[in-house]
Structures are given as C-alpha cells and as structure tokens.
C-alpha cells in the first residue's frame, strides 16, 4: 500500500487520519483521538454515525459505494474505488460545474428530507463538500470522504449550505467559459 495522505486533525471531530492506495482501491482509517473539540467539551456520543452513513450509501446513487466499511474501537475503516482516474471538479467545463452546484443542491434536499421523513432533529449531512472530494463517474457526481458525513444541528444547516456553494462558486474559473 501507497500512503497518500496522513494527517492530524483538530477540528470536530479530532482525528488522525490516513489514506492508502492499493492496487485499484482507496482505504482509509480514521481514528477518533476523543470526540471532543476542546477540552472542556463532552465527547460526541456518534462523531461516525455508521448505520445511518449505511442507510445513505443504499438508498442515495451520490456517494461513491464503499466496498466495506467498519466502525469499531473508536476507528472507522474503509475501502473504495481508486477515483484517481475519474473526472474531478475542476476537469469539467464551466457550464459542467454549474451542473455539478445544481446537484449539490438536490444533495443538500435530500439530506434535508431525509431528516425530516425521519424525524430527526439534526441533519446528516457530508460536511466537506469541497471540489477535492466530488467525481464525476458515468456522468454523476459522486461524494467521497465518507468519515465526513455527520449529524449537524438544524439550525446551522442553512449557514452551512450557503457557505459550501459560496466557496465553491469562488473556485470556479469563468475563463474555462
């Protein structure tokens, strides 16, 4: 195996991560340091909600489909799809990108009636939806980065959205027009 990425993260939740490429697949292993952002908080009862990231991963044709996945003392692991040969992002066209915020947009609707069917009071949500974590195969975008979906607070969903299409409309460069 190839290491790709290490690196120590203190943002919620504060994990080391790593990220591996095998022959044709991705794996990685992210484990929790405690759950906590500082050290005045209380841990996270679910910083990886892995059932409900299951569910997702069924019913949902936007996320890249792990080829397994686990949670289990405090570490989440999994394997993918080596994307590397995909489109990404910034590979398409402008007017594909423009497509591309049009179904992260239909993404965040479907978090958000998900939640609501389900009653929840908190949003799961993949909380990096950068242009870095975003494949376009067999002409659909597909999410990777599974460790980043989480429950966020209903009331922060809004701010999160916009401020996620903002970054990204900021990255796209108008002289590929």
């Known amino acids: 195996?190839?290491?790709?990425?290490?690196?120590?993260?203190?943002?919620f939740p504060r994990r080391e991560v790593s990220l591996y490429q095998k022959e044709n697949t991705w794996y990685k292993e992210?484990?929790?340091?405690?759950?906590?952002?500082?050290?005045?908080?209380?841990?996270n009862p679910k910083p990886i909600d892995i059932k409900t990231l299951e569910l997702y991963c069924e019913k949902f044709d936007w996320i890249a489909k792990p080829i397994w996945m686990k949670f289990e003392n405090n570490t989440f692991k999994y394997e993918m799809e080596d994307f590397s040969d995909s489109r990404g992002f910034f590979d398409c066209s402008f007017i594909?990108?423009?497509?591309?915020?049009s179904k992260l947009i239909d993404i965040y609707r479907d978090c958000l009636i998900y939640s609501k069917e389900n009653k929840t009071e908190d949003i799961f949500i993949h909380t990096d939806m950068r242009?870095?974590?975003?494949?376009?195969?067999?002409?659909?975008l597909k999410l990777i980065d599974l460790d980043s979906?989480?429950?966020i607070n209903k009331n922060d969903c809004s701010n999160w959205i916009t401020s996620t299409i903002n970054n990204i409309l900021q990255m796209v460069d108008l002289k590929y027009l």
């Open 30 to 43: 992210v484990s929790l340091i405690d759950g906590k952002f500082f050290e005045s908080d209380k841990p």
């Open 149 to 151: 979906f989480r429950w």
């Open 1 to 11: 195996m190839k290491l790709l990425k290490h690196e120590l993260s203190n943002t």
């Open 96 to 101: 594909d990108q423009l497509s591309l915020l």
């Open 131 to 140: 242009p870095h974590n975003m494949f376009v195969v067999d002409n659909k």
